[in-house]
């Protein structure tokens, strides 16, 4: 039995298939390239159950990621994820408590791990040795973290206004990182600007192959843990959309090999309303969205003006039956705080985002209250501003005068 049944890159757009074996960007159209496999051998060869009985991790499904040697993997501890129930959050009356996948358990605290420790273990065995990224945070922290166990060397380029932790974990993990006057788009220039005068790989979203094939774990490991019973609706945090393009991918192939039966699940875009361009794109009709000017929100991991893979996105949302929504930074802060008092659960901006698409859509009518509904959580909500605290107390003369105490029980 092979350790990958994968067998050859194809064009997203043009189909054209490109060597597997061998370090690739972006296709002659410049369009991303998507890994293929030989799912009917693996039909053949390989068992559902005998997946779902490894260790639950992202590397349990090595038949359906590129790598062909074990050998080659570069792993933090990729853990699967766990579905959690907002079962004291705000919800509709009759309505079904949404799971929350919490992807701030993986290493680095972010769901970027997945894609990146693919991508990085397929560059490394593809002779690359530096590797550059745009990144509003998250993802540049993975890269530089799985750089540093592979020993490859990482250079990274961030809006401004990436959170101070970003920063500073990835200058720790040993990657060269700037600070950049413009947006993410205008990291994306610079790293394409210095590919040839500074020998670097570009990881930046869909300019590789490999990063949507560790992202499409999450729709593998969510067909496993619901026992190949998936949810009906899926609201997903989108900026360059690998996630949502990766999982979509992940339960066609399920569906081929016959471990999964449709009707798959309803995909949900989430956007802010200070940066929709996959939004607006999806309310006009369009096949693809133009880019967002003066983009702004808390929610900087989606804050991407243009997609490389917009017309993959909107593909996926329109041939799942699902939709497209943004919602405003009053109410992804106000949902953050929600889940935390209620639930316990730290949302990243962009995870509370899709809580509160949820409400906006079940108010909406467009979810059923029978609906069962996931929200991805995409990064540790501890890596984000938080209240500040204020109040003190004097251990000579404790609990004075003014000082008001919640009664028991209350």
């Known amino acids: 039995m092979r350790y990958s049944y994968a067998t050859h890159l194809e064009c997203s757009v043009g189909h054209d298939r490109y060597d597997i074996r061998k370090l690739q960007g972006l296709s002659a159209a410049g369009k991303p390239l998507l890994a293929g496999y030989d799912l009917e051998a693996l039909r053949r060869e390989v068992r559902r159950e005998e997946i779902a009985r490894r260790p639950p991790n992202l590397w349990r499904w090595h038949e359906l990621l590129p790598l062909e040697d074990p050998a080659w993997i570069v792993s933090l501890g990729e853990v699967e994820t766990p579905l959690i129930a907002l079962s004291h959050s705000p919800r509709p009356a009759g309505f079904r408590p949404p799971m929350v996948k919490d992807e701030s358990r993986l290493p680095t605290g972010s769901f970027k791990a997945r894609g990146l420790a693919v991508a990085v273990s397929m560059a490394k065995a593809r002779g690359a ?50 600070r950049v006057n413009g947006l993410i788009n205008d990291c994306a220039r610079l790293v394409e600007s210095g590919k040839a005068k500074f020998g670097w790989f570009d990881l930046s979203t869909l300019k590789e192959p490999y990063r949507i094939e560790g992202k499409k774990t999450m729709g593998l ?164 501003p938080m209240p500040a605290v204020t109040a003190r107390m004097d251990v000579r003369a404790p609990f004075a005068a003014g000082i008001s105490l919640p009664s028991p029980g209350s």
């Open 129 to 178: 040795r530096r590797l550059a990224i745009p990144t509003n945070g998250n993802a540049g922290a993975a890269m530089a973290a799985y750089a540093a166990r592979a020993g490859l060397e990482a250079f990274c380029f961030c809006p401004d206004d990436t959170p101070e932790i970003n920063l500073s974990e990835i200058a720790l993990q040993g990657a060269a990182v700037w």
């Open 221 to 384: 490991e969510l067909a496993a843990q619901t026992d190949w019973q998936l949810p009906d609706v899926v609201f997903y945090p989108t900026g360059g959309g690998t996630g949502l393009i990766g999982m979509w991918k992940a339960w066609a192939e399920l569906t081929a090999l016959g471990w999964i039966s449709p009707p798959l699940p309803r995909l949900v875009a989430v956007q802010a309303t200070g940066c929709a361009p996959i939004v607006r794109a999806f309310d006009s009709g369009a096949s693809a969205a133009t880019a967002w000017e003066n983009a702004h929100t808390i929610a900087a991991g989606i804050r991407v003006p243009a997609a490389l893979g917009d017309f993959l996105i909107l593909a996926a949302l329109r041939e799942s039956g699902g939709f497209a929504l943004a919602v405003s930074d009053s109410a992804i802060e106000a949902a953050r705080q929600q889940v935390g008092l209620r639930d316990g659960l730290l949302l990243s901006p962009e995870g509370a985002a899709t809580y509160a698409a949820y409400l906006e859509a079940a108010a909406g009518g467009r979810l059923r209250a029978s609906d069962r509904v996931v929200l991805f959580n995409c990064a540790s909500g501890l890596k984000y």
